[in-house]
């Protein structure tokens, strides 16, 4: 159930980031509040930001049993502890913010999905 949670945590980063890729005023929930909209050169950043955030939600249902394996198991393993690591980073900077929005809404957020991943990689 824990990787179901992240998965769905996970695509909510994913509506949000098509919602700044599209201009969205939703900058202050990212890069510590620095843009309201984002720039075009920084849009392209998220946009492949975005394919990351759905390739960690596939790992994580992968990890949870609800997807097929795309790489061998040991390899699945070691890329689901090295994603939680990186969402455990991502929720300590989430909570360094500037941004109120991103502190408080976001390293909550992060620090859920992190948490999905530790316990699903260390149980794989």
């Known amino acids: 159930m824990t990787a179901i949670i992240g998965a769905v945590l996970l695509m909510l980063v994913v509506v949000m980031s098509v919602a700044l890729i599209f201009g969205a005023p939703l900058g202050a929930f990212t890069l510590g509040g620095r843009f309201k ?3 075009a050169k920084l849009r392209i950043v998220l946009a492949a930001q975005l394919l990351l955030q759905v390739f960690f939600a596939i ?3 992968q990890l949870g049993g609800y997807m097929s394996l795309w790489f061998s198991h040991k390899v699945t393993k070691v ?3 090295a994603l939680a690591v990186y969402l455990t980073m991502n929720c300590l900077a989430n909570l360094a913010s500037k941004s109120k929005k991103e502190k408080y809404v976001m390293t909550p957020l992060s620090a ?3 948490f999905c991943y ?3 990689a260390l149980a794989f």
């Open 59 to 61: 790992v994580l249902l």
């Open 37 to 39: 909209v984002f720039p």
């Open 79 to 81: 890329v689901g502890i």
């Open 112 to 114: 859920i999905t992190a």
């Open 118 to 120: 530790w316990v699903n």
